[in-house]
């Protein structure tokens, strides 16, 4: 039974105690010459959204992607340790990345707005990076849309896993957003209500199954396992 596994960053696997605007505000920074008026506004965008959303809101013209990306991926590696020392890998990740990354027919990497540097410095912060195939996964620079992610890991997995054409997708993850690239591209969705998004925000986006945390190993495999079998 194959099943590929997604599982969002942010609020998801990880807490980044607002290092995440950090980053964002300092990448900002380093290409504008002066800091934002206001925060990064995230909540499951990809990086190219996020950045094309403070500039316009400060009145600039955006930069070239590569230039952007560049300014990314400098504000990310320069804030690991205060990530590391900020930040927590959420409870129950840990133990259920372990059970799923064992799986042999299983595929399990991320899917997240993060491009693939930063969020690289996320899940090594905590020593989650050798639980997840970060080859396959898809992050924030691969497209501008959430949904358009989906397509990138199916390919990945396909030519560097041998995955099968319409391999079952679940998306992890904690935000409308998730969701709704889950909905949008026939893919399943356990949605966490471990960020800022209730569970009825998530049920009301049209998940079908949410969960309040991952910290019930058993039931987040039972859950795939049911999926995996269809």
Do not use: C
Request: charged share 25%.
């Amino acid at each position: 039974m194959e099943l590929m596994v997604l599982w969002d960053i942010d609020h998801t696997l990880i807490e980044n105690a607002g290092v995440s605007k950090e980053i964002y505000a300092a990448a900002f920074t380093a290409l504008a010459g002066r800091a934002p008026v206001g925060p990064a506004r995230t909540e499951g965008r990809t990086d190219r959204l996020i950045m094309r959303d403070m500039f316009q809101r400060n009145g600039l013209a955006e930069p070239d992607w590569t230039a952007v990306e560049g300014a990314l991926s400098d504000a990310g590696k320069a804030r690991r340790q205060d990530l590391s020392r900020r930040g927590a890998a959420l409870p129950g990740v840990r133990e259920v990345l372990k059970e799923v990354s064992v799986r042999s027919s299983w595929v399990s990497s991320v899917l997240t707005g993060n491009i693939a540097d930063n969020a690289r410095v996320k899940v090594a912060a905590f020593g989650l990076d050798p639980l997840l195939d970060l080859a396959v996964g898809a992050y924030g620079a691969d497209a501008v849309q959430r949904p358009d992610l989906v397509a990138v890991a199916r390919e990945r997995a396909r030519r560097l896993r041998d995955a099968r054409d319409g391999v079952p997708v679940v998306l992890v993850g904690d935000t409308p957003r998730d969701v709704e690239a889950a909905l949008a591209t026939g893919s399943e969705i356990i949605a966490v209500a471990s960020g800022v998004h209730s569970a009825e925000e998530l049920a009301d986006a049209g998940a079908r199954t949410v969960l309040p945390d991952l910290i019930d190993t058993g039931r987040v495999l039972r859950i795939l396992d049911a999926i995996a079998a269809r």
